[in-house]
């Protein structure tokens, strides 16, 4: 086990939210093909937290049985990915871009690195694009930002009723 501080996190809207109190174990980063696909994205950081450390504090995730041993929790509403479940463990994994926090969990493996992508060591060489030198743009997503904030929220959209 790794992290002992409690995490909270959930998906972008803010419909589905958890809390982890425990320690978030085998934080680790998956290249499967099927967790490239549920991620959307070229890998997926998990961690493990122990079912009796683990709640779900607002909404229900969707689900979808990716085998016939593992389910993968998603928000119904936004889709962001959330979890990686094996129901007859004592434990299930949080995506750890879920976090609201997830610079606090560093992935300390890597597995199924055989479907890892083959350019990724070329990443440090790419060239960085500039910030904009003007803010207009982002100041008009600011404005107009639908994301649930990096924090527990009684009621979201803030100012509704729960």
Same mark, same amino acid.
């Given at each position: ?5 409690a ?7 803010g419909a589905?939210r958890?809390?982890a $109190?425990?320690?978030l174990?085998?934080?680790h980063?998956?290249h499967?093909?099927?967790?490239? +696909?549920?991620a =959307?994205?070229?890998?997926? *950081?998990l961690?493990?937290a122990m079912? +009796?450390?683990?709640?779900?504090t607002?909404? %229900?995730p +969707?689900?979808?049985? $990716?085998?016939d041993?593992?389910?993968?929790g998603?928000? =119904? ?10 129901? %007859? ?7 750890l871009g879920s ?7 560093r *992935?300390?493996?890597q597995?199924n690195?055989?479907r +890892?992508m083959s350019?990724?060591?070329a990443?440090? =060489?790419? *060239?960085?694009?500039a ?6 743009r982002?100041?008009?997503?600011a404005?107009?930002n ?6 527990d929220t009684k009621?979201?959209?803030? =100012?509704?009723? *729960?």
């Amino acid at each position: 086990m790794t992290e002992t501080a409690a995490q909270t996190g959930g998906c972008q809207c803010g419909a589905v939210r958890y809390r982890a $109190s425990g320690e978030l174990g085998y934080p680790h980063i998956c290249h499967c093909r099927m967790c490239q +696909k549920a991620a =959307g994205n070229y890998f997926l *950081p998990l961690a493990a937290a122990m079912r +009796k450390d683990f709640e779900l504090t607002r909404g %229900e995730p +969707k689900w979808f049985n $990716s085998s016939d041993l593992v389910r993968r929790g998603f928000c =119904g509403d936004c889709g962001t990915p959330l979890f990686y479940d094996i129901p %007859e463990t004592d434990f299930i994994n949080i995506t750890l871009g879920s976090l609201d926090d997830p610079d606090a969990v560093r *992935p300390v493996i890597q597995s199924n690195t055989g479907r +890892k992508m083959s350019w990724f060591h070329a990443l440090d =060489g790419l *060239p960085v694009e500039a910030e904009p030198e003007t803010p207009d743009r982002e100041n008009a997503i600011a404005a107009s930002n639908h994301q649930h904030p990096n924090h527990d929220t009684k009621s979201w959209p803030l =100012g509704e009723s *729960p």
